[in-house]
């Protein structure tokens, strides 16, 4: 059974930084996209990172420079690494994989996780 897994998700003020994690099951990260989106209260779904099978990495515009996605094979994890955060940011961050499309659209994606908030807020 294919399942994603977000962790890490909370409340933290303007400037600081978080670490998401999400555990992949019933697949492996070699022959996949995987990476972050996020939907914000009232506004759609928008991408957030994405890094391929070979290891190269996609990132929102707004996020550039602040944001890194990282995965570890071996645990079969992917991370996003939150810095500079802003209350923009706010968002409830979901893990998803396209394991049969080759992109980090929305519609190339095939499976979902549950999602973990970030509220950033001072």
């Known amino acids: 059974q294919v399942q994603l897994v977000e962790s890490g998700g909370g409340l933290v003020q303007p400037g600081g930084s978080l670490r998401l994690s999400c555990a992949a099951s019933?697949?492996?990260?070699?022959?996949?996209?995987i990476g972050w989106f996020r939907q914000a209260p009232g506004k759609e779904r928008e991408g957030v990172a994405c890094?391929?099978?070979?290891?190269?990495?996609t990132y929102y515009d707004s996020v550039k420079g602040r944001f890194t996605i990282s995965r570890d094979n071996a645990k079969n994890t992917v991370y996003l690494q939150m810095n500079s955060l802003k209350p923009e940011d706010t968002a409830v961050y979901y893990c998803?994989?396209?394991?049969?499309?080759?992109?980090?659209?929305?519609?190339?994606?095939?499976?979902w996780g549950k999602g973990t908030l970030v509220t950033v807020s001072s």
């Open positions: 890094i391929s099978s070979s290891g190269r990495i």
């Open positions: 998803a994989t396209a394991r049969f499309k080759f992109g980090c659209n929305i519609y190339d994606i095939d499976s």
């Open positions: 019933g697949f492996s990260l070699d022959n996949v996209f």
